[in-house]
Nanobody, 125 residues
Framework: QVQLVESGGGLVQAGGSLRLSCAAS????????MGWFRQAPGKEREFVAH????????YYADSVKGRFTISRDNAKNTLYLQMNDLKPEDTAVYYC??????????????????WGVGTQVTVSS
């Protein structure tokens, strides 16, 4: 069982930056691949980024590639999402998630086993 708690969301102007954190409980954080997803009002939850367990191979949705960076600190049981050059279309609730699937790329929601409750990111124009 893994419990995930996101933090770091807020209101920012277009072009600004935010760093999201996701604190994980338990001693098996490094055993899980981790991902970030987001859900805008009236839209489906969509994949943002994935980082593989241990070695940390990363993969991004095209919409955030070059602007967002996913990283993890296994010693601190924490996942991060550095978001730069934010745009109004990045406005959403952001969720972190943990997956037992050990693959280079894990993008489907149903492949993730545990989810946080989300943190709101609002980007004003």
């Amino acid at each position: 069982q893994v419990q995930l708690v996101e933090s770091g969301g807020g209101l920012v102007q277009a072009g600004g930056s935010l760093r999201l954190s996701c604190a994980a409980s338990g001693r098996t954080f490094s055993s899980y691949g981790m991902g970030w997803f987001r859900q805008a009002p009236g839209k489906e939850r969509e994949f943002v980024a994935h980082i593989r367990r241990l070695v940390g191979f990363t993969y991004y949705a095209d919409s955030v590639k070059g602007r967002f960076t996913i990283s993890r600190d296994n010693a601190k049981n924490t996942l991060y999402l550095q978001m730069n050059d934010l745009k109004p279309e990045d406005t959403a609730v952001y969720y972190c998630a943990a997956t037992r699937v050990d693959a280079l790329v894990v993008v489907r929601k149903d492949e993730y086993d545990y989810w946080g409750v989300g943190t709101q990111v609002t980007v004003s124009s």
